[in-house]
């Protein structure tokens, strides 16, 4: 799926994502600093059920939020880690196969650990300033 999209439109371009058949709960989103994967994240988890306010993990690597309905989603900022080692040894590979969701921003951080069956996004600002985001599912 490619959308072209404004920042104004995260919220119908959010219900696209998640109307998804059989959409994977493990996605990875690619994308230069600045192009908006963290605001995408924040409205994938409130059109998810989270009341409570997001924001990026960046200093942390994962925020953790419950929905209303108790279920689990995990996201993570891989920017500031420094090896793959680091995050197996925080136990990353077992948040991944959890079956909750998890939103990954930059997983080329980690490209041994992402598992095999998941789904990506990947977005860029055009020359009009609009993004295009692909979703390979």
Known sequence: MMINFTLDEIQEVVKQI??????KKVITFHATMGVGKTTLIKELVKQLGV???SSSPTFSLVNEYQTKEGETIY???LYRLNSE?????MGIDEYFYSGNWCFIEWPEKT???IPI???SIHMKTT????RELILKN
């Open 85 to 89: 080692e680091e995050a197996y040894d």
């Open 18 to 23: 998640l109307a998804t058949p059989r959409l």
């Open 75 to 77: 996201h993570f900022d």
């Open 51 to 53: 009341n409570d306010t």
């Open 111 to 113: 490209p041994n650990l």
């Open 127 to 130: 020359k009009n300033g609009t």
């Open 117 to 119: 069956d998941h789904a």
